[in-house]
């Protein structure tokens, strides 16, 4: 990346450490990370379960601080910002898919999808109509009143990808979304994933230790010993 | 936020659970409000204007108000005391002189003084009928109600049986739990004909400050006469008569204020429970933006809505207790009826929202403070 390049970019990263205390023991985890995500770009983060694939992730998220460095993101320096402001980027920037799903059990599908578009104030009529659009392109149009645990767990991680996109955020953050599905339907929701942030020009940052699900991704980066290392995508 | 839904829908997740603690707390709040509306009723019966004015005459030494019998006449001789304004004589009739759930009182008085002192209106019936017959009987509306007496019916205890022609409510809450009768139709009711003698005199003086005065020159005047006298102001009367009463009454609030203390321990567990299996989800939450005051309120609502739930649950329960389920406490005649009032209501309310906001308090800052992460990976 050119510096015009890093200036366009929505995630900055530099010099990016973390570690953690382990039975008495500083573990690092990051170490002096360096990273520039274009808008629109989908990068891979390939690693061991432990490499600190998720905990990139989760400081880009806002979800957790770095120990030095900095993090710049939709255009906030995440590290300045307080926890309500972290919250309020959570909220308004940044669409979350994780291994697990993490759908809300007491809302519907329909509910799960526009709790987001909600909580960015949208008006009602525009988050049912955003909600049921991602729906329909998702194939789950006819599942909006079913409860999360009446479904499988890859129209789970549909819903849950139509939920991260439904407020139109800039950045989406994907942790190990085939992690919990079997081989066939996560290929199937890498590709839906991969197809609906291009579709919108998101940035998409994805953690995976599976290198079957490379192949969509423009840049592929390996975590060794704390340190990103450029890899080769697969054609 | 859409709080409603969320709090909703999470408490009809747990539905057994949600029953159970709503089930804990209504009981709580419904023995709570139980005990405290006997005490309002108490508070009631001692606190009657009527009461400072009046000075209750008794033998001497009795141990039941049926033990004591005065002579008619000490009537007459009363009322020519300075200061008295009217003397009424009382034949007593109880079922039962102890303290008791169901005591039936009699009270039989001749009709026209009784007219004049007692500020009594009749709510359905007839008076002139009442004036009339001599077995006829007006009821307090208290008693009737409990046991379901209208007009025209019967009305039986041992030797006494009396027409019921008049449902009435009195000035006077412990009045509404008696029956009036004439009084000479219960000084012959009894097993024995007690003609010309009656229990008490209910003298009404002109002055409630020389209450005292009037009470010691009745006692002096009858003091060396075969039946002495033993008068009191009413109000001293019924705090004596419900001594009894209101040590058990400390005792209930004991009681109350263990089923509070239940009541907290019962929503704490459900809280901290909900709390825990819910940890995840509210990583979840925190991850798509709400904020710490967010999760807090979550659960705290949660908290809120099952007392809210719970209380007026409890105060139904407590309602229909004392509305249907025909229980007064009374001793010595005086008869006190459970009172609940929209002041008990507020605190039966307040009561759950307190146990709500105690039990709920931690936790909710527990889980407002979770780490997202850590959360995340909870399973």
Redesign the interface.
Known sequence: MTAGDEAAAVISLRGLCKSYEEGGRRRTILEEVDLDVAPGELVALLGRSGSGKSTLL?LV?G??RPDRGSIVAAGRDLVRLD??AL??Y???RVG?V?Q?F??????TVL?NVR??A??VGLPVAEQNERARALLAEVGLEDREGAWPDRLSGGEQQRVAIA?ALVHDPEIVLADEPTGNLDLDTGRRVMELLDRLCRARGKCLLLATHSAEVMGVADRVLGIEHGRLVPREAEP | MRYGLLLRRNLFRRRLRSLLTLGGLACAVALFATVESLNDGLEKALGGDQARRTLVVYRKNRYCPQTSHLPEYYAREISRLDGVSSVLPVKLFLNNCRTSLDMITFQGTPVETMLKQRRIELVSGDLARFEREPDAALVGRGFAARRGITVGENFRFSNVNVKVVGIFRAAESTEEEIILTHLEYLQRAGPVNRLGTVTQFDVLVDDPDRAGAVATAIDELFADSEEPTDTRPKIAFLESATRDLREILRFGRIFGLSCALVALALMGGTVVMGVQERYREFGAFRTIGYKARHIAGLVLGEAFLLAVLGAATGLGLATLLVAFGGIAVGVEGVQVAFSLTPMLFGKGLAMALICAGLAAAVPAWRAARIDVVQALRTI
């Open positions: 989760n998220g979800m957790d926890e309500a919250a309020t959570r909220r308004e979350f994780f697990f993490n759908l809300i059990p007491t809302l509910e709790l987001k909600e909580l939920a």
